[in-house]
């Protein structure tokens, strides 16, 4: 049960940092490039849903955090529906 408790806390911090190092920024980049987007229109949902993916995926957001810059600018170009 601590092992379950460990892993919970594990994935809930490292779904914080990169909501904050990630996902914000890009929807900041987002906003700005396109502010009538669905993405920046419903906010809310946009950060909910990229919690929950980080909380599902935990142990892969060590290869976001080491490509931020590459993953945040294909993250942003696929939110827009823009391709290179």
Do not use: W
Not at 8 to 25: D, E, I, W
Not at 59 to 75: G, S
């Amino acid at each position: 049960m601590e092992l379950l408790y460990l892993y919970g806390v594990f994935a809930v911090s490292g779904a914080l940092t990169t909501l904050v190092t990630v996902f914000y920024p890009a929807y900041q980049i987002a906003k700005y490039m396109d502010p009538s987007n669905m993405v920046v229109v419903h906010r809310t949902m946009y950060y909910g849903l990229c919690f929950a993916f980080s909380v599902a995926i935990a142990p892969a957001l060590i290869i976001i955090m080491l490509n931020t810059e590459v993953f945040t600018k294909q993250f942003v170009l696929s939110i827009l529906g823009k391709e290179k």
